[in-house]
Nanobody, 126 residues
């Protein structure tokens, strides 16, 4: 089991920045690829970003590429999502997730992730 807890969400104006963090406990953190997903009201949960076990491979949804940066610190068991140039359409609940099988770019599917956090709300006002 891996327990994930997100933090850092909030309300920000369009063009602003937020940094989300996700702390993990349980099994060896560095064994897992980690992803960020988001879900807006009425929408399905969608992929945002992925980072592999070492941090050497990252992958982003086209909608956030160039604005968001995913990173991890295996010594602290944390994964972060730096979000810049935020837009109202980025408003959603953001979830971190852990996968034992994902290693590279083919890690956008929710079904590949066995462990999920409870989510943190991000609201971007126009």
């Amino acid at each position: 089991q891996v327990q994930l807890v997100e933090s850092g969400g909030g309300l920000v104006q369009a063009g602003g920045s937020l940094r989300l963090s996700c702390g993990a406990s349980g099994r060896t953190f560095s064994n897992y690829g980690l992803g960020w997903f988001r879900q807006a009201p009425g929408n399905e949960r969608e992929f945002v970003a992925f980072i592999n076990w070492s941090g050497g491979t990252t992958y982003y949804a086209d909608s956030v590429k160039g604005r968001f940066t995913i990173s991890r610190d295996n010594a602290k068991n944390t994964v972060s999502l730096q979000m810049n140039s935020l837009k109202p359409e980025d408003t959603a609940v953001y979830y971190c997730a852990a996968s034992s099988g994902c290693t590279g770019s083919g890690c956008a599917a929710r079904s590949l992730y066995a462990y999920w956090g409870q989510g943190t709300q991000v609201t971007v006002s126009s």
